[in-house]
């Protein structure tokens, strides 16, 4: 439901906050007031193209924010935030917000986060349903006309199987289409993936082997060098007549003789013997070293050519080994494939004859199960229509089912066969015409009405929203009208303009619309009404203040 609606700076609004109640809410007042702007408030943060003339004269932008509960709400909103990378709900609130400045700027957010006009309005067809001069109505789209009248005749499931089946017919389609191609490009795939799969299983690769190559191939290249040192290091050592084991032991001797001549001298001699012994394990450890190393022209140059096909095949496959032997396995795969295309088609040809078959018995099912809910349908609006002062009219659903597959020039429609159209015939003697038609507001809003009246349990949209919904409309039709208001409000919450005390009365919560004038500036104001402004109100919609009108009111609101 909605439950705050916040418009800055928009037409004669400065600053307004209307807080919204479940249920029925009217919203009433004299013609001029500003009633209007409240549902054009609605319609901007709804994504509805913005007009920069809507701007409060005087100021530079002016900004939308409508808060919604959405914890009862069937559609997969968390999933469609996370799809465009959206702010999740907290605590069940969704917050929407549109912003526009004289310059042109247009701005909209979603629970905080930057967004498109296009998602903004996506999301606006899952929260609201606008009948009015004004709006977008759902109900006159085919393909929701066709949701409704499944969801009355509970056959979602049914629908739900047919879609499943014309989904696995588009993945087999899609296999066949990678198969059907012309010969060159059918042979030039086949030498391309050959190629390939050649090319990276003759070089049987190991994993990490990369590292390890490239290891050894950097200590190889440098073999001439690394043994220059080596022996250099060596000859420091012990091979030189300066070499430091020489000079140590020239050193142990001094120390031997200086501990013959001090006993303290001792830990000297010791520390004199680890060092020696230290120098020695190096001597041996670099002699080791020099031995391994071999300068091997032959082995250098072949673990220079491994390290080139190693890169080359990363450079094509993939960024690590393990990459490319994926890419491998997958290139091997689709050779094999096309390797045996005929046969293949075959098989996909079969498969998608028998899914055809399926397809068609389950959509003929369907279809006839259609036919079956249009009656009840079509009976149960009409009664409501002629509740409505449509004496002698007809609601009627137009049905156009396809008898062949064949017949659908592009893909099939996962709902089935069908194409259905409301059609409404407004006075006896008339032709009906589809809903999409009807030219007066106040007709298509008593029609929206009556099907909202029949469709109140089905129907996902939580807050409908009807605006000239008692035009031409007066005495006993008024209190039907305000009846079947309070009959949807039971199940979703409503939001009604209205001129008529017959419809305002029953309502959950009564708001009206004044007009003030401030420091020379009119502004246009809304107020939630106590039990006693409401007869105050709906006396003045009576024709005045007079006690006949009071007692009226009163009577009204019992």
Same mark, same amino acid.
């Given at each position: 439901?909605?439950?705050?609606?916040?418009?800055?700076?928009?037409?004669?609004?400065?600053?307004?906050?209307?807080?919204?109640?479940?249920?029925?809410?009217?919203?009433?007042?004299?013609?001029?007031?500003?009633?209007?702007?409240?549902?054009?408030?609605?319609? #901007?943060?709804?994504?509805?193209?913005?007009?920069?003339?809507?701007?409060?004269?005087?100021?530079?932008?002016?900004?939308?924010?409508?808060?919604?509960?959405?914890?009862?709400?069937?559609?997969?909103?968390?999933?469609?935030?996370?799809?465009?990378?959206?702010?999740?709900?907290?605590?069940?609130?969704?917050?929407?917000?549109?912003?526009?400045?004289?310059?042109?700027?247009?701005?909209?957010?979603?629970?905080?986060?930057?967004?498109?006009?296009?998602?903004?309005?996506?999301?606006?067809?899952?929260?609201?349903?606008?009948?009015?001069?004004?709006?977008?109505?759902?109900?006159?789209?085919?393909?929701?006309?066709?949701?409704?009248?499944?969801?009355?005749?509970?056959?979602?499931?049914?629908?739900?199987?047919?879609?499943?089946?014309?989904?696995?017919?588009?993945?087999?389609?899609?296999?066949?289409?990678?198969?059907?191609?012309?010969?060159?490009?059918?042979?030039?795939?086949?030498?391309?993936?050959?190629?390939?799969?050649?090319?990276?299983?003759?070089?049987?690769?190991?994993?990490?082997?990369?590292?390890?190559?490239?290891?050894?191939?950097?200590?190889?290249?440098?073999?001439?060098?690394?043994?220059?040192?080596?022996?250099?290091?060596?000859?420091?050592?012990?091979?030189?007549?300066?070499? #430091?084991?020489?000079?140590?032991?020239?050193?142990?001797?001094?120390?031997?003789?200086?501990?013959?001549?001090?006993?303290?001298?001792?830990?000297?001699?010791?520390?004199?013997?680890?060092?020696?012994?230290?120098?020695?394990?190096?001597?041996?450890?670099?002699?080791?070293?020099?031995?391994?190393?071999?300068?091997?022209?032959?082995?250098?140059?072949?673990?220079?050519?491994?390290?080139?096909?190693?890169?080359?095949?990363?450079?094509?496959?993939?960024?690590?080994?393990?990459?490319?032997?994926?890419?491998?396995?997958?290139?091997?795969?689709?050779?094999?494939?096309?390797?045996?295309?005929?046969?293949?088609?075959?098989?996909?040809?079969?498969?998608?004859?028998?899914?055809?078959?399926?397809? #068609?018995?389950?959509?003929?099912?369907?279809?006839?199960?259609?036919?079956?809910?249009?009656?009840?349908?079509?009976?149960?609006?009409?009664?409501? #229509?002629?509740?409505?002062?449509?004496?002698?009219?007809?609601?009627?659903?137009?049905?156009?089912?396809?008898?062949?597959?064949?017949?659908?020039?592009?893909?099939?429609?996962?709902?089935?066969?069908?194409?259905?159209?409301?059609?409404?015939?407004?006075?006896?003697?008339?032709?009906?015409?589809?809903?999409?038609?009807?030219?007066?507001?106040?007709?298509?809003?008593?029609?929206?009405?009556?099907?909202?009246?029949?469709?109140?349990?089905?129907?996902?949209?939580?807050?409908?929203?009807?605006?000239?919904?008692?035009?031409?409309?007066?005495?006993?039709?008024?209190?039907?009208?305000?009846?079947?208001?309070?009959?949807?409000?039971?199940?979703?919450?409503?939001?009604?303009?209205?001129?008529?005390?017959?419809?305002?009365?029953?309502?959950?919560?009564?708001?009206?619309?004044?007009?003030?004038?401030?420091?020379?500036?009119?502004?246009?104001?809304?107020?939630?009404?106590?039990?006693?402004?409401?007869?105050?109100?709906?006396?003045?919609?009576?024709?005045?203040?007079?006690?006949?009108?009071?007692?009226?009111?009163?009577?009204?609101?019992?």
């Amino acid at each position: 439901m909605l439950t705050t609606l916040r418009i800055k700076n928009l037409a004669l609004v400065s600053d307004l906050t209307l807080e919204l109640q479940p249920g029925c809410n009217v919203i009433t007042g004299e013609t001029g007031a500003g009633k209007s702007i409240i549902l054009g408030a609605l319609n #901007l943060v709804l994504g509805e193209r913005a007009d920069r003339t809507l701007i409060r004269s005087g100021e530079e932008s002016c900004s939308v924010e409508a808060v919604f509960d959405v914890k009862k709400l069937r559609a997969p909103l968390k999933s469609f935030l996370e799809e465009n990378g959206l702010e999740p709900c907290e605590e069940n609130q969704l917050v929407l917000k549109r912003a526009f400045t004289s310059a042109g700027t247009n701005r909209q957010f979603i629970n905080g986060s930057p967004t498109t006009l296009a998602t903004l309005g996506s999301l606006g067809e899952w929260l609201v349903d606008m009948h009015g001069p004004h709006d977008h109505q759902s109900l006159l789209h085919a393909a929701k006309q066709l949701a409704i009248l499944d969801a009355f005749g509970g056959l979602e499931k049914m629908r739900g199987e047919f879609g499943e089946l014309v989904r696995r017919r588009s993945v087999l389609e899609n296999e066949k289409s990678a198969l059907v191609v012309d010969e060159k490009t059918y042979a030039q795939q086949l030498d391309r993936l050959r190629f390939q799969v050649q090319e990276i299983s003759t070089a049987r690769l190991q994993p990490g082997e990369d590292e390890a190559v490239e290891t050894e191939f950097h200590r190889a290249n440098n073999a001439a060098k690394l043994l220059q040192l080596s022996q250099a290091a060596l000859d420091v050592l012990s091979e030189s007549d300066t070499s #430091l084991l020489t000079q140590s032991g020239a050193v142990g001797r001094v120390l031997a003789e200086l501990q013959r001549v001090d006993i303290g001298a001792a830990s000297l001699v010791e520390l004199h013997v680890q060092a020696s012994e230290i120098l020695r394990e190096l001597q041996s450890a670099v002699s080791h070293y020099a031995d391994k190393v071999d300068v091997d022209p032959a082995r250098l140059a072949e673990l220079e050519e491994r390290l080139n096909l190693l890169q080359t095949l990363k450079r094509k496959y993939g960024a690590t080994l393990a990459e490319v032997s994926a890419f491998g396995d997958e290139a091997k795969t689709k050779l094999q494939t096309l390797e045996s295309r005929d046969a293949e088609l075959a098989r996909l040809n079969a498969a998608l004859a028998k899914l055809d078959s399926e397809i #068609l018995s389950a959509g003929k099912k369907l279809s006839a199960a259609r036919k079956k809910v249009i009656p009840p349908l079509a009976k149960a609006v009409t009664q409501q #229509l002629d509740d409505l002062g449509f004496k002698q009219s007809q609601f009627d659903v137009a049905i156009n089912s396809q008898s062949e597959i064949s017949n659908f020039k592009s893909q099939i429609p996962q709902a089935g066969l069908d194409e259905i159209e409301f059609q409404f015939a407004p006075n006896p003697g008339e032709p009906a015409k589809p809903l999409r038609a009807i030219a007066s507001s106040g007709e298509m809003a008593r029609v929206m009405l009556a099907l909202k009246t029949v469709l109140a349990a089905e129907d996902e949209i939580p807050v409908l929203v009807f605006d000239e919904v008692d035009a031409n409309v007066g005495g006993e039709t008024a209190n039907t009208v305000g009846e079947k208001m309070k009959q949807i409000a039971a199940k979703r919450q409503v939001l009604c303009i209205t001129h008529l005390p017959q419809v305002a009365a029953p309502a959950d919560a009564h708001y009206v619309v004044t007009k003030q004038v401030t420091a020379g500036r009119t502004i246009s104001e809304i107020h939630l009404l106590g039990k006693k402004d409401r007869v105050t109100e709906l006396a003045r919609m009576l024709g005045g203040q007079s006690t006949a009108a009071r007692k009226h009111a009163e009577a009204l609101l019992k």
